[in-house]
């Protein structure tokens, strides 16, 4: 993998404005491969400088632009990403993340809107800024239909849930592991290995 900083930056960037303030200018797009390829770029450039992204570069509500999943190699071990794709304007996926003054905790958000119906799971998140691990797990969801809440309650109480949270491993919950924070754009791996591009809302 040859990509310079110049090249990533710009082709992240690209992707970012192809969907800025609700735009979707497909024809501006990177292909999906060189975007796969410009995020794991992006990925090894962050972990060789060691880059500390500020927890403060990213709060704030994040629309879904692309993502691939992935899973098990058993032939040659480790991860294999799948080829990627543009989540469609037609169902808006986005995060959310807010801070506790003056610390590396906060709340996460994350909702998906299909045709009139809206789910939102929120729960506590804390942030290792040495690692760039954001950790974090659902504990409330509410759905809304026509703008309409139909339902909200609690999911995942107990052990995983509240006043646990704390005291959890990382090891023990979901965690996004950010490795590029744009002027208009964040990207992370997930704890399944997929890579993700947000931008911002």
Wanted: net charge positive.
């Amino acid at each position: 993998m040859n990509t310079s900083t110049s090249d990533f930056t710009t082709i992240l960037n690209q992707a970012a404005q192809s969907v800025v303030g609700g735009a979707d200018l497909q024809e501006n797009r990177p292909t999906k491969e060189v975007m796969v390829n410009a995020l794991q770029s992006a990925e090894i450039f962050a972990r060789r400088d060691k880059l500390v992204i500020p927890f403060e570069s990213l709060i704030g509500e994040w629309r879904l632009c692309f993502a691939t999943g992935a899973k098990k190699d058993k032939q040659r071990g480790g991860i294999k990403l799948g080829s990627g794709f543009y989540f469609p304007k037609v169902t808006p996926a986005s995060i959310a993340f807010t801070q506790d003054s003056g610390s590396l905790t906060g709340t996460a958000t994350n909702k998906l809107i299909v045709a009139a119906v809206q789910f939102k799971f929120t729960g506590p998140c804390r942030y290792l800024g040495k690692k760039n691990l954001l950790a974090f797990d659902f504990t409330q969801i509410q759905l809304k239909i026509l703008g309409a809440t139909i339902y909200q309650g609690k999911i995942r109480s107990g052990k995983r849930g509240g006043k646990d949270f704390e005291q959890l491993s990382i090891a023990n919950l979901p965690f996004f592991a950010f490795f590029w924070a744009g002027e208009h754009s964040i990207a992370a791996r997930g704890r399944g290995g997929g890579l993700a591009l947000w931008v911002r809302d």
